[in-house]
C-alpha cells in the first residue's frame, strides 16, 4: 500500500539554525501539505502546496519557513532560523484533489531546538 | 471560541464497551469531516469520512453528523485494548483539497 514516508524520524538541532524536514508524498497525489504537532497540542495547518506554488498558508507559516518541490518526488519544509517554540511533530499530508478523497499523513518529524 | 471544540479526555473503557467520542464545531462553512485515529508518536490515519448529516457504519464504527447542531461523534462498538489511542475529529470546508481543521483530540484507553 503507497504510504507519506518523512526523513528524519527526529531532528535536534540549536536555535538559530536552519533545518530542512524532508517528505516524499504518494506518487499519484497532486496536493501536498504540512501540519504540526506541539507536544500535547492539536494538530495544526502550516501550508498547502499545489501545481509548485503555495495555495493557502497559516499565520504560523511567517518568513521564517519555506517550502519547495525539488524534483518529481520530495516535498520539503525549511525553517531559516529555528527558535524554541518551533519544537514539534512535523506532519506532511498528501492527497489527490479528486472528490471525497482523504488526506494520508506521513509518520511525522520530531523536531527538538536547543 | 474555538472552531473545534472536543474534549481531550482521557476516556477509560473496559473491553468490549461501547466508546462515544464526539465534537461540536462552529463555522457552519464545515461541510466534510472526518475522524483520525492517532498512535503515540505517529502520524494520523483516517478512520471514518462523511459528509452529510446522519450516520456512516464501517465495522466496528459508526460516524454521525448533525450540521444543524455543528456535532460530531464517533461510536466505536465491542471496544478492544489495540483501539486504546487518540482519536482526532477534523473538518474542512473544500470537497476535495484544502487544509483541515483538527479537534485537539481524545484519549481513549480500552482495559482488558
Known amino acids: 500500500e503507497p504510504e507519506v514516508t518523512q526523513t528524519p524520524s527526529h531532528q535536534v538541532t540549536q536555535m538559530g539554525q536552519e533545518v530542512i524536514l524532508r517528505c516524499v508524498p504518494i506518487s499519484n497525489h497532486l496536493y501536498f501539505y504540512w501540519y504540526r504537532q506541539i507536544l500535547g497540542q492539536k494538530v495544526e495547518f502550516l501550508v498547502s502546496?499545489?501545481?509548485?506554488?503555495?495555495?493557502?498558508k497559516s499565520e504560523i507559516f511567517d518568513d521564517q519557513f519555506s517550502v519547495e518541490r525539488p524534483d518529481g518526488s520530495n516535498f520539503t519544509l525549511k525553517i531559516r532560523s529555528t527558535k524554541l517554540e518551533d519544537s514539534a511533530m512535523y506532519f506532511c499530508?498528501?492527497?489527490?484533489?479528486?472528490?471525497?478523497?482523504?488526506?494520508?499523513f506521513g509518520p511525522g518529524t520530531r523536531l527538538t531546538v536547543l | 471560541q474555538k472552531e473545534v471544540e472536543q474534549d481531550p479526555g482521557p476516556l477509560s473503557v473496559p473491553e468490549g464497551a461501547i466508546v462515544s467520542l464526539n465534537c461540536t464545531y462552529s463555522n457552519s462553512a464545515f461541510q466534510y469531516f472526518m475522524w483520525y485515529r492517532q498512535y503515540s508518536r505517529k502520524g494520523p490515519e483516517l478512520l471514518m469520512y462523511?459528509?452529510?448529516?446522519g450516520n456512516k457504519e464501517d465495522g466496528r464504527f459508526t460516524a454521525q453528523v448533525d450540521k444543524s447542531s455543528k456535532y460530531i461523534s464517533l461510536f466505536i462498538r465491542d471496544s478492544q485494548p489495540s483501539d486504546s489511542a487518540t482519536y482526532l475529529c477534523a473538518m474542512r470546508i473544500t470537497d476535495s483539497w484544502g487544509k483541515l481543521q483538527f479537534g485537539a483530540g481524545t484519549q481513549v484507553v480500552v482495559t482488558p
Open positions: 502546496f499545489y501545481n509548485n506554488e503555495i495555495s493557502e
Open positions: 499530508a498528501s492527497n489527490t484533489g479528486k472528490l471525497f478523497n482523504e488526506q494520508f
Open positions: 462523511t459528509y452529510s448529516s
